[in-house]
């Protein structure tokens, strides 16, 4: 004779061994996407590094200099953060709002790369 209460442990049983394995995939996944990220930034700090030293070298800006720059750069966007986050500027073709992530206008399609003002206006 079946028993019912028996099927449905067992199939509850099932079911959370299909969740604690696809959490386990979904844990590698994000594992494996950590270890992506380190490596990126891992090789970002060695290339700002060299960049600075090489900059330094052959400009002779100070640190005290370098660090006044990044502060700048850092409150563009209004906050002092560690980061440089997007703004909203008007297109200097159409007048369109446009966000400082993208290269072109949505509106008229025009190239906004060099109108960022995080990246290229004081």
Request: net charge negative.
């Given at each position: ?28 996944q994000a594992k494996g996407e ?89």
């Open positions: 004779m079946i028993d019912f209460w028996d099927l449905q442990q067992q199939g509850q049983i099932n079911e959370a061994n299909h969740n604690a394995s696809r959490a386990n995939d979904s844990a590698d950590l270890i992506g990220m380190q490596r990126q930034l891992d090789h970002l700090t060695l290339l700002c590094q060299s960049m600075w030293e090489v900059i330094q070298e052959e400009t002779g800006i100070t640190e005290a200099q370098f660090r006044a720059k990044i502060a700048d750069v850092d409150t563009r966007d209004g906050k002092a953060d560690g980061k440089i986050n997007p703004q909203v500027f008007p297109c200097p073709s159409c007048g369109a709002n446009c966000n400082s992530a993208r290269q072109r206008c949505t509106m008229c399609g025009a190239d906004i790369s060099g109108h960022k003002p995080h990246l290229f206006e004081a």
